[in-house]
């Protein structure tokens, strides 16, 4: 039987998202397969959570590992330690940094700054962590943390959000990670204070906590609250370094690799400066 080729995948998944967005369902598909590739995203990151026909599934599952293969998978073993890049502060030998994509991690669980809706980003294309982290799980990851939002309110109220610093644990689906913790950021408007700082600290320190809860030996952080939370980087670099060090002093057994991962050059340069 002739093997179905990643293009061939795509055009399925685009034709059938769009039926299943009836509104959709007349969208011209471009031709080209980059276009494609932004169409099928869009498509995802809009679909609110529901019930997929199971082919379907099957289908995206085998188009996103591939996409991830081709982007390609980075484990443990390629991301040097700072102690082995010469750092001698604590712990050294179990920190790194690594800068790029998220998504491309093979740990345990990987950290995602989400919002307190804790469905996703549906902003199409948005270059968030949310969204990223999503779109290469697949539908499933919002589906999963639909469940657990609706628990949730059946048990607080209809109204419920996340709290700041609350982390949800969910799988990875089709990321090479196997879990992703879903953590909210405090949201800096006007100055920084002192509580902004206390949050984040607890931010870092309830995801260690739930990797101890759950026996995961290796966790990969983004720069929690930056970005569009106005969380000052240099400072928020500090925090997590000084956090996460601090947590691991207190259970020195307990984690493998803790990765700070960054995207910008200026996040880099921070945790250069707190590791070295």
């Known amino acids: 039987m002739k093997e179905t080729t990643q293009e061939e995948r795509l055009d399925y998944l685009v034709e ?4 299943d967005l009836e509104e959709y369902k007349d969208l011209q598909t ?24 199971p082919a379907v599934l099957t289908i995206q599952d085998e188009y996103l590992q591939g996409r991830i293969r081709e982007n390609g998978i980075v484990t443990l073993s390629d991301i040097p330690t700072a102690e082995e890049r010469g750092s001698t502060k604590p712990f050294a030998d179990r920190l790194s940094i690594w800068q790029g994509d998220i998504t491309r991690l093979e740990v345990d669980a990987i950290v995602n700054a ?7 980003c549906f902003v199409p294309m948005h270059t968030c962590i949310d969204n990223c982290i999503h779109t290469f799980a697949g539908i499933q990851l919002r589906a999963e943390c639909d469940r657990q939002m609706k628990e949730l309110r059946a048990r607080y109220g209809r109204d419920y959000e996340q709290p700041t610093a609350v982390p949800m644990l969910t799988d990875g689906y089709n990321l090479p990670a196997r879990k992703v913790i879903h953590i909210v950021g405090p949201i800096v408007s006007g100055g920084l204070t002192q509580k902004h700082e206390r949050l984040l600290e607890a931010c870092y320190s309830s995801c260690l906590d739930m990797c101890l809860e759950n026996g995961l030996k290796s966790v990969a952080f983004c720069c929690i609250s930056t970005g569009v939370f106005h969380f000052p980087n240099q400072r928020a670099a500090r925090i997590a370094v000084k956090t996460v060090t601090d947590w691991l002093s207190a259970h020195p057994e307990s984690m493998e690799r803790v990765v700070f991962n960054v995207f910008k050059d200026e996040d880099r340069a921070y945790y250069e400066q707190e590791l070295f």
Not at 30 to 53: C, V, W
Not at 114 to 120: E, F, I
């Open 16 to 19: 059938a998202f769009k039926e």
């Open 30 to 53: 471009p031709a080209d397969i980059f276009n494609k590739r932004r169409i099928l995203r869009s498509l995802m990151n809009i679909r609110m959570p529901k019930r997929m026909d």
């Open 114 to 120: 989400a919002n307190s809706q804790m469905l996703g």
